[in-house]
């Protein structure tokens, strides 16, 4: 019988497999959302031990109540936990905002391939977006979250998701104009 290769599910097909007990289905699900989750974490509640306990807690009740769960998009109900969790944490119950977070904390993954001057030339104009511009980007391209699971979030109205999609895309377009094809 030949071995399952668990790299090429996305998130939501290991979910599936983790309800039928497939544990190692459920380790490359851990292994590969963890990363991200902590850096989100991070985030809304700066201290690293609890963001790493929320997270322990969160995978272990997913896992000892799978079979009783209905999960249809398995990243945004893990994003969704750890930001209640994260907020039972803190005193105020307040989220950080995210403008507040340093230069260096990069929300969108690196596209560049070394030889790659367009690739190099679209990371600059990500680079320099606003943070919270960078991070609906992220939730909406990267982790393939709609613009309602966006809002729910990220604690602002669907339409406001939208309309600032519509203007990070428009000015996007308009500085990536100047790269030549």
């Given at each position: 019988?030949?071995?399952?290769?668990?790299?090429?599910?996305?998130?939501?097909?290991?979910?599936?497999?983790?309800?039928?007990?497939?544990?190692?289905?459920?380790?490359?699900?851990?292994?590969?959302?963890?990363?991200?989750?902590?850096?989100?974490?991070?985030?809304?509640?700066?201290?690293?031990?609890?963001?790493?306990?929320?997270?322990?807690?969160?995978?272990?009740?997913?896992?000892?109540n799978k079979s009783t769960r209905k999960i249809?998009?398995?990243?945004?109900?893990?994003?969704?936990?750890?930001?209640?969790?994260?907020?039972?944490?803190?005193?105020?119950?307040?989220?950080?905002?995210?403008?507040?977070?340093?230069?260096?904390?990069?929300?969108?993954?690196?596209?560049?391939?070394?030889?790659?001057?367009?690739?190099?030339?679209?990371?600059?104009?990500?680079?320099?977006?606003?943070?919270?511009?960078?991070?609906?980007?992220?939730?909406?391209?990267?982790?393939?979250?709609?613009?309602?699971?966006?809002?729910?979030?990220?604690?602002?109205?669907?339409?406001?998701?939208?309309?600032?999609?519509?203007?990070?895309?428009?000015?996007?377009?308009?500085?990536?104009?100047?790269?030549?094809?």
């Amino acid at each position: 019988m030949p071995q399952k290769i668990y790299t090429k599910y996305s998130p939501d097909e290991l979910w599936e497999l983790c309800i039928s007990n497939d544990h190692k289905a459920f380790k490359e699900l851990y292994d590969r959302e963890f990363k991200y989750l902590f850096a989100f974490g991070l985030k809304i509640y700066p201290h690293k031990p609890d963001v790493k306990d929320a997270l322990q807690e969160i995978f272990t009740d997913l896992w000892v109540n799978k079979s009783t769960r209905k999960i249809n998009h398995i990243r945004f109900y893990l994003l969704k936990s750890l930001k209640y969790k994260l907020l039972k944490c803190k005193p105020d119950g307040k989220i950080i905002e995210i403008n507040a977070l340093s230069k260096e904390d990069q929300i969108l993954p690196l596209v560049v391939n070394d030889g790659d001057s367009k690739a190099k030339e679209i990371q600059k104009i990500l680079s320099q977006l606003p943070k919270s511009q960078q991070e609906i980007l992220h939730l909406k391209y990267y982790q393939g979250l709609s613009n309602t699971q966006i809002a729910e979030i990220l604690g602002i109205k669907y339409q406001s998701v939208s309309n600032r999609l519509h203007r990070i895309l428009n000015g996007f377009r308009k500085k990536s104009k100047k790269i030549s094809v």
